[in-house]
């Protein structure tokens, strides 16, 4: 299976070499998930471990290939190298082993691990590939949630991606300590909320994500919060990327007020976008704006031309 997998991996037209990285990296997490799932793409995300030093690390690889490094835990030593469309996470290893770090992962789903050496093997100390099998998202522990509270909401973004069933364990893990995942970075939580409104799944997760509670710091108070979330059953007319385009925002626009939109980092842009949005969903009249006068309809056709079908 590990040599399968590392076929799949198409490691020669990865961005950096294998051989520069340091003796005991490993692959874990994302691509390894999406290989046995069938989902791999074309430039997957890589999430390596490696010994130690993971910042400095991606520094490096970012001068050298002109890309971009970004720190995302400077405490838990993670950073991110963006460079040719690919995207690739370091992080120092938890423990003195790689499954000792893989006993300290999140789901899972996520605890799987292949070392990259010319010996390539494959650990799953956790049950991560049954699970996957099974299309089921579980903790590997409640404290490993707790320890990073963003993993509560990693859950569900992992779940609309992947369509996946929710163990009920981790389910009541998540609802029990939604109120903990204003303790992880703003930017970290908006980055896991970009990927969760895009997803296939969202629809059957929106409701979770408002029902546990997890983004009450935030959330829109405003009426379209009591409205049904924006879905693609909705959208059945509207061509895929007309529905890429408006179902991302309208989402958000539906999930988080303007002031938790600014809390969370998103851009001036998208904040710009989202309370456009609002100001003509709170004017909506429920007859497709017949109230409008020709003005106003002029006003509603410039100010979401770019953003709606």
């Given at each position: 299976l590990a040599k399968a997998i590392w076929e799949r991996l198409c490691p020669e037209g990865w961005p950096l070499r294998i051989q520069e990285l340091p003796e005991g990296t490993a692959l874990v997490g994302g691509a390894l998930r999406d290989v046995l799932l069938g989902e791999l793409q074309v430039k997957p995300?890589?999430?390596l471990v490696v010994p130690t030093q993971a910042i400095e690390l991606s520094r490096s690889f970012a001068q050298k290939l002109?890309?971009?490094?970004?720190?995302?835990d400077f405490d838990r030593d993670m950073a991110r190298l963006v460079v040719r469309g690919w995207t690739i996470d370091f992080a120092s290893r938890l423990g003195a082993t790689l499954e000792e770090d893989l006993w300290r992962r999140d789901f899972r789903l996520n605890a799987i691990g292949l070392t990259l050496d010319s010996n390539s093997r494959l650990y799953d100390p956790t049950g991560g590939i049954p699970d996957l099998f099974a299309k089921r998202?579980?903790?590997?522990?409640?404290q490993n949630l707790?320890?990073?509270?963003?993993?509560?909401?990693?859950?569900?973004r992992l779940m609309a991606q992947h369509q996946l069933s929710l163990e009920s364990e981790t389910r009541i893990a998540i609802r029990t300590?939604?109120?903990?995942?204003?303790?992880?970075?703003?930017?970290r939580i908006q980055s896991e909320l970009k990927l969760l409104v895009t997803a296939n799944s969202a629809d059957e997760v929106m409701p979770l994500l408002k029902g546990y509670g997890l983004l009450d710091l935030w959330k829109n108070t405003g009426k379209s919060f009591d409205t049904p979330a924006p879905s693609l059953r909705n959208a059945k007319d509207f061509f895929s990327v007309e529905k890429s385009l408006a179902l991302p925002l309208a989402r958000l626009t539906h999930l988080l007020s303007d002031d938790g939109l600014a809390k969370l980092r998103f851009s001036r842009r998208e904040c710009q976008r989202?309370?456009?949005?609002?100001?003509?969903?709170?004017r909506y009249d429920g007859f497709a704006f017949k109230s409008l006068d020709e003005s106003d309809l002029l006003q509603l056709h410039q100010d979401l031309e770019n953003d709606l079908p």
């Open positions: 995300d890589l999430d002109g890309g971009k490094s970004v720190t995302l998202l579980t903790a590997v522990s409640e707790l320890e990073d509270p963003l993993r509560l909401l990693r859950g569900l300590h939604a109120a903990m995942l204003p303790m992880a970075a703003p930017e989202c309370k456009t949005l609002r100001k003509w969903q709170d």
